[in-house]
């Protein structure tokens, strides 16, 4: 295993400890521009999550009435009883064409936030997946700190942003920022800032993240509206 994934996940609580656990679940507190622009301001702004440690599925619980499930090629708006409102198989086919502000379906919103917390939520710890390569880079200095960066690129089998992102690593091991373009939203480059992290039931998580556009010289647009904010609370390994 690359050596700066493994004192990553050694920082985050380790493999052993994280081979205790099939599912992790989370109340978020969701934020920033992107839902609004979309055409989904207010959805998902208070929702509960719970996502599989072992198979890519993650369900958002906005309330009793209504669910997702997503797996990464279908996925589903059901009922609190299980039946189906609206599903889509290949979703990611559904994006052809899009630009930033090309506003999503409700299944496309599903979609995007299925992956997304799938992947935030098993990271660094789906690394040790096979598929995944690495390289590392000259490392970079952002807030008078000097953090290691590697190219991480995603096998196909996994869903997420874009093949291939830079993570940005500190000297304790805690991934400080990730970078990648959204593919499913023309590509637009955004610098995703993790932090507040806590260790809960012995694993380490960042339980606040919050997403920029990236402008000249690799920094973040911190005058822009933020994207997407997200905070994480009542966190629970199952």
């Known amino acids: 295993m690359n050596d700066l994934i493994s004192l990553a996940i050694n920082a985050q609580g380790g493999l052993d400890q994280w081979r205790q656990f099939y599912t992790i679940s989370a109340h978020l507190v969701v934020g920033g521009a992107l839902w609004e622009m979309k055409g989904h301001g207010g959805v ?20 009793q009435q209504w669910h ?51 992947n935030y939520l098993n990271t660094p710890f789906q690394f040790a997946r096979p598929g995944f ?27 997420t942003h874009s093949t291939e992102q830079t993570i940005y690593i500190d000297k304790d091991g805690f991934i400080r920022r990730l970078d990648y373009r959204v593919e499913v939203a023309g590509n637009n480059l955004c610098a995703h800032y993790l932090s507040n992290y806590k260790n809960i039931s012995g694993i380490t998580i960042a339980t606040k993240r919050v997403v920029y556009s990236i402008g000249e010289n690799n920094k973040p647009l911190l005058d822009d509206p933020v994207i997407v904010s997200i905070d994480f609370s009542d966190t629970k390994f199952e």
């Open 44 to 63: 998902i702004e208070q929702v509960d999550v719970k996502v599989n440690l072992l198979e890519q599925k993650t369900s958002h619980i906005p309330n």
């Open 68 to 118: 997702t499930a997503y797996t990464p090629h279908r996925i589903a708006i059901e009922a609190g009883a299980g039946d189906i409102i609206e599903e889509l198989y290949n979703p990611r086919a559904s994006y052809q064409g899009h630009t930033w502000k090309t506003q999503w379906s409700n299944l496309q919103l599903a979609y995007f936030t299925g992956y997304a917390t799938w």
């Open 133 to 159: 390569e690495f390289d590392e880079v000259e490392p970079w200095e952002e807030n008078n700190e000097l953090w290691r960066r590697l190219i991480v690129r995603w096998p196909k089998d996994i869903h």
